[in-house]
């Protein structure tokens, strides 16, 4: 991709390079007497001059703020020195995530030629070429350990040879490509760790690497063909990492010559075949995941004997479950989701598993009694099957059980008391089955979602269910529940949804609670009787409101016309009378088979809605209203595209030869405002990503490019990493609704999307393009300038007024990825939130490594995201938090691997050591921003509690900071 033959240097960036070498000589002169000499014992071992000049050098690249020019740089974090004869010498830099650009940087560092470690991952390096990395580069020499992972490097890999004692490569998540993999990795004669995944390399899998090989990280590259055999020579080889690649055939059956293999990854590839039993002979494996592939054949019976995590979902094997597959000590996570799986599912489970996900086969029989003895299970799920007979009580003997999913199966009989009062179950899903009898009175304090719809519950809805302080989402809708709706629903916190339609409610409506974030009710379907409440105008969230086939009378509350975010009502087939309230234009209301109810106001919309809508199925009604929405896009995309083909071809032209534009299937402007719709230019904005100096920011899963408009305004391109298979843009309507919804948000510390396009194999979002960094370069850019409180405090206001909007909306919007990376700056202390559409279109069950390592930056990720499998309000805080604490301390999020918030929490236990959390550079500044970043430090060690509840909520959080001002 990057072969576009036409590499610019940017004439001001030589200038910069002459700059430094005069200045850092100035700097020198300045301190070296006192670097040099500063107190220390003539008999204490120095560096060099030579060297000393080579630091100060590469310091002030760095940005002189790092580090303390005045003292010795042996004492520089990142810096470590070893002595060597009589003095010191250099031998391990690490400048990780310091946001460093220059790459005039590797000139100093090629002379320390006793430099054996060098980490400059994270930072945002676009050039290695010659001119700063000469292939005479005497730091080449000694070199064990070279690491330039996430940067922007866009290079062939044959740029770095010569290191004769390199042991430990790590290019991962940059540009490199290589048109010839196994030449240049022949020329690495003492390499034991290699990992090139997230790059752009092609070709086949090469084995051309030295024999001691002892880790390879290939994924998330474009490789073909199939396994080599040649790979099967790597005797020593402990990982072997293949995933997201596009390799195909089988996989040879050869592992026995690999007998240290502990990790295995080959998902996200077209790999067929059996997958290969000489892998059983591997007794030191411990984790193996061939997912999303077209695996076949039976389950291969004693992969579990050593695999502590397995995962060979979305394949097609066959075959029933061996009835010991489960039940081997040390298993911790088993993953058979979506294969063709047949049988009973086994009876005994490992103590130590806590993770098995059976979904999508054909398992048939009854849920052993027995399958909780001694298990530690967080995470059940067993829906989509063909399970008969009882849910068994002794399910509540699961007693860490936080989701259980047995939705559509064939269950019949009760639900045992025992599985309600489990009392870490967060999610539960019992939905499209037979169950009968009563609902429990009782639920874990935890349960937010609870499904039990299409079943046959009877008897009265339980008053204590409404109580439940983090029930969000209640689905009782298709079932036999009769008696009346208790009056405790009023009292109820944070519902989001409630479907009761379908059963045989009677009484009357109760007063409705007043949580803001109810967006869905439906009451359809039910026998109740009685007036609407005006309390319903309480739920000022609403958008679907379902009462139809009721015997509701009296008059329709004026109030309810002054719902804000309503867009369905649907009070069909009652005895409502008198005049319809007034309602907002983009309102659909349905009143037939009310006959005394008069539609007088000039509610012009509604009653045109067809006899053919079934009112009881609300997915039927928000299809609709998306599929409205997709149809107006369709018809601006026609437009669009006539417009821009014009455009394209003359464009075209100008294109260099080999590359293509990539092809729109779907364009669609979301924003309103006729200066970008005038300017935004689809076609204009795809030619930008062509060229990669137009590149200004890559984070974990996206790209973002600058592009210019015809009429001169310039746009943010964003490129949504899709090849990663956790993305879900393959469906395009549900990802188009996704995109639409969030567009409509406004709120001026959010980055909402004003226009979106999706090609073959991409999706696209054009934002307005305000970019000054992100809040990591602001904080750890290497700028000279200590960033002062005022502009530190105002980013932590914006960002937390940003997050309290989105956690407030109708659907709240969550963040999956929320650092200081993601959060890009207008002006010094103007944040915007970046990424806000992830949560929607990335699908963390489909990874191939846990939730927490998809859900978020390291740093960031709140400790209970390990084994809850779900994103939350309160996670988000912890990552707020984080942030926080970066802008107090002037730290990056982790340190010498080591986490801020856990350093942070640490060091707080003993009040007389908070001095030593703040960065001492601002709060020495002033009593008054000493006192008040005090008061802040206090509300970010309360967003990194450790217990998710012990966390205050972002409107707390945000009213806090407001007081601390
Ligand atoms: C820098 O180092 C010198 C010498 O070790 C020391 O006297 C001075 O206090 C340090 N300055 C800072 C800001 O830490
Ligand atoms: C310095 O680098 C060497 C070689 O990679 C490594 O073995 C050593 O642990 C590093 N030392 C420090 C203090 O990081
Ligand atoms: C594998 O490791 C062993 C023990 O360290 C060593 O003797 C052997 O030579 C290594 N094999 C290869 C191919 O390097
Ligand atoms: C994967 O390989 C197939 C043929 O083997 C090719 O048609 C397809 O374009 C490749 N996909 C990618 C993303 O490289």
Known sequence: MDMLGRRRYCPFASHGFLLLILLPSLFLFHHAPVAAGAGAPSSEPQLSSTQEAIMVNISSVVGNSRFNTTSNPCTWSGVTCTRSGSSLVVTNITLSNYGISDSSIFASICRIQTLQSLDLSRNSFTDLSTQFFPPSCSMKEDLRLLNLSTNQLRHPLSNLSGFRQLEVLDLSSNFFTSTNLSADLGSFPKLRSLNLSSNELNGNVPTSMVDSLVELVLSGNQLIGSIPSGLFRYENITLLDLSQNNLTGHVLNEFKSLAKLETVLLSGNKLSGEIPASLSNVATLSRFAANQNNFTGLIPSWITKHVRMLDLSYNNLNGTIPSDFLSHPGLQSVDLTSNQLEGPIPSYLSPSLYRLRLGGNRLRGNISNSICNGTELAYLELDNNQLTGNIPSELGKCSSLSLLSLASNKLNGSMPGTISKLQKLVVLKLQNNSLTGPIPDTFSAHLSILNLSQNSFSGGIPSGIFKLPKLSNLYLQDNKINGAIPISISSSKSLIELNLGDNALDGTIPTMPSTVSTSLLNLSHNFLTGPIPSSINSLSGLEILDLSHNKLSGEVPASLGSLPSLIQLVLSYNNLSGYLPRFGQNVEIDIKGNPDL???????????????????????????????????????????????????????????????????????????????????????????????????????????????????????????????????????????????????????????????????????????HAYKGTVSDLLHGGKSDVIDWPSRYSIALGVAQGLTFLHGCTQPVLLLDLSTKTIHLKSTNEPQIGDIELYKIIDPSRSTGSFSTIAGTVGYIPPEYAYTMRLTMTGNVYSFGVILLELLTGKPSVSDGIELAKWALSLSARPDQWEQILDTRVSGTSIAVHSQMLSVLNIALACVAFSPDARPKMRNVLRMLFNSK
Not at 643 to 649: A, D, T, W
Not at 751 to 767: G, K, N, Q, R
Request: aromatic fraction near 8%.
């Open 598 to 768: 008069v539609n007088g106001t000039g509610n012009n919309n509604s009653t045109s809605t067809t006899g053919k809508k079934n009112p009881h199925t609300v997915v039927i009604i928000i299809f609709t209203i998306a599929g409205a929405l997709v149809g107006l896009c369709v018809l601006a995309v026609i437009v669009m595209m006539s417009l821009s083909k014009r455009i394209y071809r003359v464009e075209d032209e100008g294109l260099p030869a080999g590359e293509s534009v990539p092809q729109i299937i779907n364009g669609c402007l979301i924003t309103m405002n006729s200066i970008h719709t005038s300017a935004i230019e689809f076609t204009k904005a795809m030619e930008a990503l062509s060229n990669h100096q137009n590149i200004f920011l890559k984070t974990r899963f996206c790209t973002y490019y600058k592009a210019v408009m015809p009429n001169g305004s310039t746009y943010s391109v964003k490129k949504l990493n899709s090849s990663d298979k956790i993305f879900q843009i393959g469906n395009q309507e549900k990802f188009s609704r996704e995109i639409e919804v969030l567009g409509k948000l406004t709120n001026s510390n959010v980055m909402v999307p004003l226009a979106y396009i999706l090609t073959v194999d991409s999706a696209y979002l054009i934002y307005e």
